[in-house]
């Protein structure tokens, strides 16, 4: 039976490409940071950062494969999921104690601790700013003889942090910034080449959908995919700009009901009072925010909504004086 898309798995956000496209200043720039670890000598941590769909996790992932075949233990823990530091203790040390071990957080970091002393570790710390331990992780692991990668969309989470925290870090940082359209050309052309029957996508379809995703190369790929299951949906012979565009609503939709769901209540409150809202100025969204049931502190309500902007499903423009208004 004939189907456009002939390997989704080519689609999905865990598949690893063999060429990372426009990211060899930064392919160098971490090689050589971690390059210490082969000549048993502890690294500089690197606190990596840039919008969402720059190719941050990829980049990171690509390093830690050429790493690992080479002898590197490489450790790779989203913190969407791992949310405190005992979360991420257990699971880093999850392949050196027995299954559900009932051992301490602490002795369980002194296992790890141990562990590095005999092999070169990399950590990667993905979405580290999700992580609420974040200030004790990076106090306690500045300690070890790793490489330690935390991933993140900004450098606030960091800057906030107390000093003593912030004085551990003693890093580098790498920014992603945003693709351009030739970029996510480049992209999605791999991912057709792979992905798709031939004959069935075209130059113009790749462009449309890359000047429609303005530079986020997971909206780029995700509307691909959905472009070519609506026209197999329908038992079209190929690819229509029509089908770009259905595609790319659905993946924009989708990536921002994920996103809202991945984050916290306050993230959520502070996300519907802006859309119901629009136009709204700083002063006011946190007077409205404030009389929320159990509202955080101001600062903290700052970073939450820092992160809404960074995820890019709030607005921020200045308004008069020092004041900002929001939309969504």
């Known amino acids: 039976m004939f189907t456009i898309v ?17 990211r060899e200043p930064q392919i160098q720039e971490i090689r050589f940071s971690l390059q210490p670890l082969l000549e048993q000598k502890k690294p500089s941590p690197i606190w990596i950062h840039g919008e969402p769909g720059s190719g941050k996790t990829s980049t990171v992932k690509f390093i830690l494969k050429e790493l690992e075949e080479v002898g590197v233990k490489g450790i790779y823990i989203n913190c969407w999921e791992f949310n405190s530091f005992y979360s991420v203790i257990d699971k880093i040390t999850e392949g050196l104690l027995a299954p559900k071990s009932s051992r301490s957080g602490y002795y369980k970091f002194h296992l790890f601790e141990n562990y590095t002393r005999k092999r070169p570790v990399v950590l990667i710390l993905d979405e580290a700013d999700k992580n609420r331990d974040i ?14 990668v935390y991933i993140s ?3 606030y989470t960091l800057y906030s942090l107390e000093t003593r925290s912030k004085s551990r870090f003693n890093g580098i940082f790498i920014e992603f910034k945003p693709y351009n359209i030739q970029d996510l050309i480049e992209i999605l052309k791999e991912r ?3 992905g ?8 113009k379809l790749l462009e449309e ?6 530079g986020d190369a997971r909206i780029a790929i995700q509307t691909l995919k959905n472009a070519g299951d609506r026209a197999d949906h329908e038992g079209a012979p190929k690819i229509s700009l029509k089908y770009a565009r259905l595609g790319f609503g659905r993946a924009k939709s989708l990536r921002k009901t994920y996103r809202l769901k991945k984050l916290t ?3 959520r409150t502070i996300y519907e009072l802006v859309k119901k809202n629009p136009g709204i100025i700083s002063g006011e969204l946190w007077s409205k925010y404030s009389k929320c049931r159990k509202p955080v502190a101001r600062r903290t309500f700052t970073l939450y909504l820092t992160q809404l902007i960074n995820l890019g ?6 308004a008069r004086g020092r004041s900002r208004t929001f939309r969504v």
């Open 196 to 203: 798709l029957h031939p004959g069935t996508w075209t130059l």
């Open 209 to 214: 959908i890359a000047r429609l995703s303005k």
């Open 153 to 155: 969309c900004s450098l």
């Open 192 to 194: 057709a080449k792979f």
């Open 313 to 318: 499903l709030i607005r921020s423009e200045r």
């Open 6 to 22: 002939t390997n989704p798995d080519i689609f999905y956000d865990d598949y690893l490409p063999v060429r990372i496209v426009s």
């Open 135 to 148: 200030a004790k992780l990076i106090y306690h692991l500045s300690d070890l003889r790793i490489g330690m």
């Open 265 to 267: 209540d306050h993230h």
